[in-house]
């Protein structure tokens, strides 16, 4: 079995789109559907038929072209089973700890409440490959707009047990700002220092920082190192919970500049 092709590229203001194409069996799937136009373009661009949707959440920027992209493709859209309701288009609803099969492989569904309640992720094993929506982006996590801090900390910790070399699709580039708080709370970390290098550079080149991999994370993501020594000294929480810290360092990024 071949490996599926993975096409990643911005749409909107900052939004990643995705395109995971099988060529074996020719299914292909939109990982959210930020704006049908460009979703559109990327698939004629490689001469692709959109025969899914694999929706995160309900936020417009996410969902905005569900509705064309069925007009267009007659594709079935995937969704989260706990905002169903909210989600134009939606044929198949799933919940954490479903599994379906999709071009011959086992994707498995994980609950992220948060961000939003009923935000859910997709993880393809077979693929390393994990598609997080708004719950983890590259060295940070979204804002929580619908769940507590303690649904999002269990949300952003489930990913933690996942093989370090899985990829990690998020909805948005967000690295920089992200990377400059991250040094804020862990300035001597010299991962992260080494990461923000990186990250300058493709930026001034114009290039996406993302997929990150989960190794990428657990060493320079604050909201996945909620139990690092020198997180919890600068924000003198030695002794409290990881969800403690995590919703700390969420109060502190919210306000941050």
């Known amino acids: 079995m071949s490996h599926l092709d993975m096409r ?31 979703v559109e ?16 959440h309900h936020h417009e920027d996410h969902v905005a072209g569900n509705l064309r992209l069925k007009e267009l493709f007659g594709c079935k859209i995937i969704g989260p089973k706990n905002e169903a309701a909210k989600i134009p288009g939606i044929d198949i609803a799933v919940a954490g700890g479903d599994t379906f099969s999709w071009a011959g492989r086992d994707v498995k569904v ?11 992720a997709f993880h393809i094993p077979s693929e390393y490959a994990l598609f997080a929506g708004d719950t983890v982006f590259a060295m940070g996590c979204g804002r929580v707009n619908e769940g507590t801090m303690e649904e999002m900390w269990h ?18 580039e967000y690295t920089e700002a992200n990377c400059r708080f991250a ?57 409290a919970t990881d969800a403690e810290v995590f919703a700390e360092l969420r109060h502190q990024k919210n306000s941050f500049k």
């Open 155 to 172: 949300s952003v910790n489930q990913f933690r047990t996942l093989p370090p070399v899985t990829y990690v699709y998020c909805g948005h």
């Open 110 to 120: 994980f609950d992220c409440p948060g961000h939003t309640k009923g935000h859910i």
């Open 183 to 239: 040094l804020s709370v862990e300035p001597a970390n010299r991962d992260l220092q080494q990461r923000s290098i990186v990250v300058a550079a493709q930026r001034a080149k114009g290039e996406m920082t993302c997929p990150s991999t989960i190794g990428d994370e657990l060493r320079t993501n604050p909201f996945m190192r909620c139990d690092s020594p020198d997180i919890r000294r600068l924000l003198q929480m030695e002794t």
């Open 8 to 38: 990643q590229f911005m749409c909107r203001s900052d939004n990643y789109g995705v395109i995971v194409h099988d060529s074996e069996t020719g299914a292909t799937a939109s990982i959210d559907a930020p704006d049908a136009e460009a």
């Open 41 to 56: 373009a990327e698939l004629r661009k490689f001469g692709r038929q959109l025969t899914h949707v694999f929706t995160t």
